[in-house]
């Protein structure tokens, strides 16, 4: 089979690969489609690194197929996997972590958070930019029968990220959410805000991506290049600020701007990677009473409950989808999804 491997450097190579056979404990997925992330963009642009790396305790291994938004069904089933983890013909997602499996992080479902070093699935190991994928069984996510495979892949990442993020905010209805950055978990984050009952307000410097959030519900959308994004929300909020505030975009100047759009006791979080920020703790954080979060992707509970939101609550995640890509076009894909310019991308091997 052919897979998308990154090379360094802005380039990657269509590989060939042996088809995957699962071993004991193990599923192979036939993927059906497998979401461009922008946390893809930093392997992508990275020089080339014969020996790999490591960050943050996640290793990198150089050669493995890109893609860690896998989404498709179960196309052969190993020793020991009993009828109630995978069955033939399954329709999946794939929670894109394993871990040692025992440790209270693992046990929670928290994998990438494995004491004892997670593998990611398309940076650590094979990913889902391929006809087929080998992964653990205990992995997998039930994909429900109203969602499509390209709504799977987005919460297998982008989407679930923004669910995770908005649960850590402990979102509720009726709440001013601004969220900071119009990209795919940008986006989602606006979908499923204005699902739960928020006032979103959605800030972007791309008129192509304040469009979408626009289209996708937020009550205003805000030029952050051509207005100081603090005194436009503290405007739409009586001068106080939002209950809460939502960091997607990395920007060191967007990541400062949420904490001080954030009103005294709210709760600023931040998700997007990488990067710095810069703040003058006394005034953005102690004298307002600003509590400040981190959020990293979900859990295999969280993907699961955001799936079931999104089949429940009919939320068109489709619409995040602006290119659709063949595996042999992932050069061009990635060309274009670099220019951080569209929705959200997604490679269907066909």
């Not at 990657?12 to 088809?19: Q, S, T, Y």
């Not at 404990?25 to 922008?38: H, R």
């Not at 509720?172 to 984050?189: D, R």
């Not at 859990?299 to 068109?316: L, M, P, T, Y």
């Amino acid at each position: 089979m052919k897979g998308v491997v990154f090379t360094g450097d802005r380039n990657l190579e269509l590989r060939d690969f042996p088809d995957p056979t699962p071993g004991p404990g193990e599923v192979v997925l036939e993927i059906k489609a497998s979401g461009m992330c922008g946390s893809d963009l930093h392997v992508y642009r990275e020089p080339a690194n014969p020996e790999g790396s490591e960050a943050g305790g996640i290793a990198r291994v150089q050669g493995v197929i890109a893609g860690h938004e896998p989404c498709g069904i179960v196309a052969a089933v190993g020793s020991g996997v009993s009828e109630r983890e995978a069955t033939i013909g399954q329709r999946v997602m794939d929670h894109h972590y394993d871990g040692c499996g025992t440790c209270k992080h693992c046990r929670g479902g928290w994998t990438q958070m494995c004491l004892e070093g997670a593998t990611v699935y398309g940076t650590g190991g094979n990913g889902g930019h391929a006809h087929y994928m080998k992964v653990p069984a205990h992995t997998l996510v039930p994909l429900p029968d109203e969602l499509s495979f390209e709504t799977g892949a987005a919460i297998s990442c982008g989407t679930g990220t923004a669910w995770g993020a908005l649960k850590r905010l402990n979102l509720q209805g009726g709440e001013t959410l601004a969220i900071f950055g119009q990209g795919p978990v940008g986006l989602s984050a606006t979908q499923l805000a204005v699902a739960m009952g928020a006032r979103v307000i959605a800030l972007d410097v791309s008129p192509e991506r304040r469009k979408m959030a626009e289209d996708f519900g937020a009550d205003v959308v805000i030029d952050a290049l051509s207005n100081d994004p603090v005194e436009a929300i503290r405007d739409l909020t009586h001068g106080e600020g939002a209950h809460k505030t939502l960091d997607c975009s990395s920007a060191p100047q967007a990541r400062a701007a949420a904490v001080r759009a954030a009103r005294s006791w709210g709760t600023a979080c931040f998700v997007g990677e990488r990067g710095d920020v810069r703040l003058d703790v006394s005034p953005d954080l102690l004298r307002r009473q600003i509590t400040l979060v981190g959020s990293w992707t979900f859990s295999k509970q969280g993907q699961a409950e955001c799936a079931e939101f999104v089949a429940d609550r009919k939320i068109a995640v489709d619409k995040l989808f602006t290119h659709r890509w063949k595996l042999e076009e992932a050069e061009e894909a990635y060309k274009l999804f670099d220019t951080q310019t569209t929705g959200k991308a997604v490679i269907l091997p066909g």
